[in-house]
C-alpha cells in the first residue's frame, strides 16, 4: 500500500514564498508521475503541477513562471517551490502519484495567502 504524506504548508503573505514537500512510502514502485493538485473552498480540484518519470513537466497556466515542481534523487518525493504567492493560491495541496493509471493521494496541507 503507498503512502503520501505532504508537508510544508501555511500561512504566508501575499508575495511570499513556501515549498511543498511530498514523501511516498509503502509499496513503491518508479511512479509513472508525481504532481499537486489544490482544492480552494468552494471549487473542484485542480491541476497544479506533474512531472513524469522520464522527467516531463506540465503546469496551470495559473501558476505558471511562479510556481517550480521537482523530484527528488529518491524519485519517491516530489516538491512544489511556490513564489509570489497570491490570495487566489489559498487551498489545500495535494500530493498525487501516478502507477500505470493507478491514483494515490495524500490527505493534503493547507496554504493560507493573505493580501
Known amino acids: 500500500q503507498v503512502q503520501l504524506v505532504e508537508s510544508g504548508g501555511g500561512l504566508v503573505q501575499a508575495g511570499g514564498s513556501l515549498r511543498l514537500s511530498c514523501v511516498a512510502s509503502g509499496s513503491i514502485f518508479s511512479f509513472n508521475a508525481m504532481g499537486w493538485y489544490r482544492q480552494a473552498p468552494g471549487k473542484q480540484r485542480e491541476l497544479v503541477a506533474t512531472v513524469t518519470s522520464g522527467g516531463s513537466i506540465n503546469y496551470a497556466d495559473s501558476v505558471k513562471g511562479r510556481f517550480t515542481i521537482s523530484r527528488g534523487n529518491a524519485k519517491n518525493t516530489v516538491y512544489l517551490q511556490m513564489n509570489s504567492l497570491k490570495p487566489e493560491d489559498t487551498a489545500v495541496y495535494y500530493c498525487?502519484?501516478?502507477?500505470?493509471?493507478?491514483?494515490?493521494w495524500g490527505k493534503g496541507t493547507l496554504v493560507t495567502v493573505s493580501s
Open positions: 498525487n502519484a501516478n502507477l500505470y493509471d493507478v491514483h494515490y
